[in-house]
């Protein structure tokens, strides 16, 4: 599986300019709260919060 963390910082980096809450991710991709929160914090690298990652970079566009 691919590492996954310079995604992961991005995104953070990309809500905290923006204001952006783990709530609001979770609620806009359909998922818990706890379970974003695993994701963000790197605690769940499944193929499903890998998909996750990918689909938030690629929505936002984060670069």
């Not at 995104?11 to 783990?22: E, T, V, W």
């Amino acid at each position: 599986m691919p590492e996954f963390n310079p995604g992961l910082e991005k995104i953070k980096a990309y809500m905290k300019d923006n204001h952006i809450l783990a709530v609001d991710l979770a609620t806009t991709y359909g998922i818990k709260k706890s379970d974003m929160s695993d994701i963000l914090n790197g605690k769940d690298t499944s193929p499903r919060a890998a998909k996750i990652i990918v689909k938030i970079v690629r929505d936002l566009t984060i670069r």
